[in-house]
């Protein structure tokens, strides 16, 4: 019997604090180590994780195609031609109607039973792409700077996230 794959959402309170290339880096480390990977961009209309993974206009079908049922997890997943243990599902361009938390969650499940880890790319802030990139995690990472708005930031992520049972502070970009 195979273990299912972690669920963990990088998150922060504002953008530019690195939660973009930290779940690339995490993501290709891991899967250097040979270990399943699929990264999940939900910073939908901004997405940039397929730029940061060298996989630019690679994908075809975004994550909203898999939760709404219009494709399979396997055709929408864009495997990495160099690391073979690492796929991206991308965002959509924009919000589409009927994409529900319980949608996401489903996809995510299924995930867990493909991949060992799901590293899902939140998008800045505290919006409905927040809520749906968290919303099936099992734990969070939060990304932050040492000032003092991403710090406040990434204190009022950490109380939105209470309910986890594993939320952890990433300090990006110390000198």
């Avoid at 994908?59 to 495997?79: E, T």
């Avoid at 160099?82 to 995510?108: C, F, I, Q, Y």
Wanted: net charge neutral; proline share 4%.
């Amino acid at each position: 019997m195979s273990l299912m794959g972690q669920c963990i959402a990088v998150v922060s309170g504002k953008g530019g604090t690195g939660k973009t290339s930290f779940t690339a880096g995490v993501g290709a480390a891991l899967a250097l180590s040979g270990l399943r990977v699929l990264c999940v961009d939900c910073d939908i209309g901004l997405r940039n994780l397929d730029l940061a993974l060298g996989l630019t206009d690679r994908a075809l079908m975004d994550f909203s195609d898999v939760a709404l049922g219009r494709c399979p997890l396997a055709r929408a997943a864009v495997s990495h031609p160099e690391l073979k243990n690492l796929s991206l599902l991308t965002a959509p361009m924009s919000l589409p109607a009927g994409l529900t938390p319980d949608k996401v969650r489903a996809l995510l499940d299924t995930a867990r039973t493909l991949y060992d880890y799901i590293l899902i790319d939140a998008p800045a802030g505290l919006g409905v792409g927040f809520r749906l990139a968290v919303c099936g995690a099992d734990r969070a990472l939060v990304v932050a700077t040492n000032d003092a708005s991403s710090l406040r930031d990434a204190q009022r992520v950490v109380a939105e996230l209470d309910w986890l049972p594993q939320v952890h502070l990433v300090m990006n970009r110390i000198q």
